[in-house]
């Protein structure tokens, strides 16, 4: 009876089940920031600076 007690609570026993969850959701968190980062910094690497550069060399050229 005593026995039978005890493997219904470790049964029962849910304490440490949303572990693997938690680690799962912050992994792909982290996967996916580190992908925007990318993303954003190519975008910026051969998108918006070099075009922010032609803008400002062209807005101090005073001879044309």
């Not at 039978?4 to 959701?25: C, F, H, L, P, Q």
């Not at 968190?29 to 910026?44: E, I, K, N, P």
């Amino acid at each position: 009876m005593i026995q039978s007690m005890k493997m219904r609570g470790v049964i029962t026993n849910n304490s440490g089940e949303n572990y693997v969850d938690s680690a799962v959701k912050i992994l792909i968190a982290v996967v996916l920031g580190g992908l925007l980062l990318a993303g954003l910094y190519a975008l910026f690497g051969d998108v918006v600076i070099p075009t922010l550069e032609t803008k400002i060399k062209e807005m101090f050229n005073y001879a044309g």
